[in-house]
């Protein structure tokens, strides 16, 4: 079995890999890369990364954005967001956006990766999964980027917020550590606490 045929096998349909995963399993990486994307075997979709295109029925199918992400930066932990999720709190946003946001450690700024905008923002901490408290705190800190009337947005979303669960939504504003939003929210959620010890 050659080189070329080895790597190949280790290939999985759906993943991304960097040419460093890759070189491991190869004597000349930088011949086999050029002929496995000649092949379509793999594609490049940036600077060092490459995906094994899974094929559906309809053709070859991209990795999934998580899987993509995770390769481009090297590392797993970060937070995948669609603003469009913001539409599902009910506070009165409606706009579709085009671009993910990645919350992570190392990477800042718009990237794009298999022909789709991503965009990177490090941050010091953020959960490991979306709650709807970690949107509403999200939206909050992101109002500024809104295409809606950001003043009645506000006026909304601060109403959710005294609906929703308060150690769950002060667990959701110290874990995305934004003091404009802890700011917003302090009130509601100081006001809660003086209540409950009266």
Excluded at 110 to 134: C, H, I, Q, T, W
Aim: glycine residues 6%; proline residues 4%; positive net charge.
């Amino acid at each position: 079995m050659s080189a070329l045929d080895d790597l190949k096998k280790r290939l999985r349909p759906g993943q991304a890999y960097r040419r460093k995963d890759l070189a491991q399993w190869s004597n000349a990486v930088d011949r086999h890369l050029q002929q496995l994307l000649e092949e379509g075997r793999l594609k490049k979709v940036s600077g060092g990364v490459y995906m094994a295109p899974r094929k559906t029925r309809f053709g070859a199918a991209p990795a999934a954005p998580e899987e993509l992400v995770g390769s481009f930066l090297h590392d797993d932990r970060f937070l995948l967001v669609s603003s469009n999720a913001y539409n599902g709190l009910g506070v009165g946003t409606t706009q579709l956006y085009n671009t993910p946001v990645v919350y992570n450690h190392k990477r800042h700024g718009e990237f794009e990766l298999n022909g789709r905008a991503y965009d990177f923002r490090r941050r010091a901490s953020f959960p490991k999964s979306v709650s709807e408290e970690f949107l509403l705190v999200d939206l909050l800190h992101n109002l500024n980027r809104l295409a809606e009337d950001q003043g009645a947005v506000r006026a909304r979303a601060l109403a959710r917020a005294r609906q929703m669960d308060r150690k769950r939504l002060t667990k959701a504003v110290y874990d995305y550590d934004s003091a404009r939003v802890r700011k917003l929210l302090d009130p509601l959620l100081k006001g809660d606490e003086a209540r409950q010890a009266a």
